[in-house]
């Protein structure tokens, strides 16, 4: 069985700093050792120095869409790509949605996903559905995900026609998940109020990106995440809230959690760190960072650092859904309603949050918890991922917190020919990822392989039950 000890670094956790030596067999964490004791000096096997660096838990990004068809084309991205670049960037677990087509099972949404990733994967990955259509036969189908693993699946009060739930469905959803451990996801914006401000908006000739934003109201966000709380509240079920944006929307799950109610918030870098100054960017260039929910203006970021610090928003995932601007965000050059929605992250995610330690947003085992242990927590993934602790999975990373780095297209790995953070300059930097004992990127240097990737199938929300 293959040995390893990482010495003489600094290991962070959501709950712990300490100097200590990690000791590792067969892809799984043995212990925890004083440093130079004699159960690490004598640890047989490979020695990794960590001396001056952190040794952090892999990350966990529970929001991604590989592959995601979309408005006529695809997320850029594959399983291979995209978590090859989720390596690169010291995330080792991804959680994926796998959707169920309209008139189709929840079985064969899931066994399509299944065949995209399996044997592609440079790190590990587990799915949650998105439920297109909810009857009382996919209902029934939620029971068996459950006991399969996919315990979690997002339902939309947007796009219309496409993903949009309707209130009862909604609440049925949530009432299956209410008894049988499932968690309900939920894209909160009101998409039939928002298609009415996009025909006006059309027809008044606004077509540039900037419009994304605007008709994408907060209060449109607020009133959806307000009225998916009561319907949860009616059902008697827990809730994840994903991509919140708004103040407003934080204000009501901030409400929620004082209430008592189980009510999980998930915000994204792009709202953290980017606003509607970039839809503005002129010569079509906002159209790079279109996502829904949009953008905001900057003053709403204070409230999802302050969420961050406070609870009140639990989780940092990507929503990693890449489009080329060449030939797929250029589909809406003359109608800002048929850009792709989604945007490229899942690489950045880790630096741009240690970013945030070194601005004083957040501290440092705060940046564990909410990119790591939480949200292996909330999909039933702890502590196998997000810490690092005996019988944990051996999915470490080296991070320099000295390093510094601009973050660009020329050199980034995910399969998209921009940046949202291009030029963006960064204190920090994965060395070294480990995942299940396996060296993936090497200092620097990438020697993983597709197909290292297992399936994680999950346990429920260790949260809300
Ligand atoms: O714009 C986004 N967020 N695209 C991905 C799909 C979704 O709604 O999460
Ligand atoms: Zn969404
Ligand atoms: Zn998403």
């Not at 606004?206 to 900037?210: G, I, L, T």
């Not at 790995?413 to 030029?423: K, L, P, T």
């Given at each position: 069985m293959s040995r390893t000890v990482i010495h003489g670094g600094l290991v962070v956790t959501a709950s712990d700093e300490i100097h200590a030596d990690v000791l590792i067999e067969g892809g799984r964490v043995i212990a925890l050792a004083a440093h130079g004791s004699d159960v690490a000096e004598g640890w047989t096997g490979r020695r990794i120095d960590a001396s001056g660096k952190y040794v952090i838990p892999g990350g966990v990004d529970a929001h991604t869409h590989m592959e995601m068809p979309f408005g006529g084309t695809?997320?850029?991205?594959?399983f291979e790509t995209g978590t090859l670049a989720a390596a690169w960037g010291g995330t080792t677990t991804i959680v994926d949605f796998a959707i169920q087509s309209k008139g189709g099972s929840l079985k064969a949404g899931l066994d399509a996903w299944h065949e995209k990733a399996e044997g592609k994967c440079a790190i590990d990955y587990g799915f949650h559905m998105i439920m297109s259509d909810v009857n009382a036969s996919s209902l029934k189908e939620m029971d068996q995900l459950v006991s399969a693993g996919v315990t979690s699946f997002k339902l939309f009060t947007a796009y219309p026609g496409v993903f949009l739930s309707d209130d009862g469905q909604i609440l049925r959803a949530m009432q299956q998940a209410g008894s049988n451990g499932g968690l309900v996801m939920t894209h909160a914006e009101n998409g039939l109020a928002i298609d009415v401000l996009v025909e006006q908006a059309l027809a008044r000739g606004?077509?540039?990106?900037?419009y994304h934003g605007e008709v994408r109201k907060a209060l449109l966000e607020a009133e959806a995440t307000h009225r998916v709380i009561k319907l949860s509240q009616v059902a008697g079920a827990p809730l994840y809230v994903v991509h919140v944006s708004a103040e407003e929307a934080v204000a009501e799950i901030a409400r929620a959690r004082d209430e008592g109610h189980p009510v999980f918030g998930e915000t994204c870098p792009q709202y953290l760190f980017l606003s509607t100054d970039n839809l503005a960017e002129p010569g079509f260039e906002?159209?790079?960072?279109?996502?829904?929910?949009p953008l905001r203006p900057k003053e709403h970021q204070a409230a999802l650092w302050r969420g961050l610090r406070t609870n009140d928003l639990q989780v940092v995932s990507t929503d990693h859904c890449p489009f080329c601007f060449n030939g797929q965000k250029e589909?809406?050059?003359?109608?800002?309603?048929?850009i792709p929605n989604g945007m490229p992250g899942v690489e950045n995610r880790m630096d741009l949050l240690h970013q945030a330690v070194v601005d004083g947003h957040i501290g440092l085992r705060r940046w564990i918890e909410i990119a790591c242990a939480t949200p292996a927590r909330m999909f039933g993934l702890y502590p196998k991922k997000g810490t690092i602790a005996p019988?944990?999975?051996?999915?470490?990373v080296l991070y320099d917190p000295h390093a510094e780095q601009t973050i660009s297209a020329a050199t980034h790995?995910?399969?998209?020919?921009?940046?949202?953070?291009?030029?963006k300059r960064l204190t920090g930097r994965v060395e070294t990822v480990i995942s299940r004992g396996v060296t993936v990127i090497d200092n620097h240097a990438y020697v993983g392989h597709a197909g290292h990737g297992t399936y994680l199938p999950r346990g429920i929300c260790q949260f809300a039950h």
């Open positions: 695809y997320a850029s991205d594959t606004e077509r540039d990106p900037r906002g159209a790079k960072y279109v996502c829904s929910t589909m809406g050059r003359d109608d800002f309603s048929k019988g944990s999975d051996a999915d470490i790995h995910m399969n998209v020919d921009y940046s949202a953070y291009e030029g």
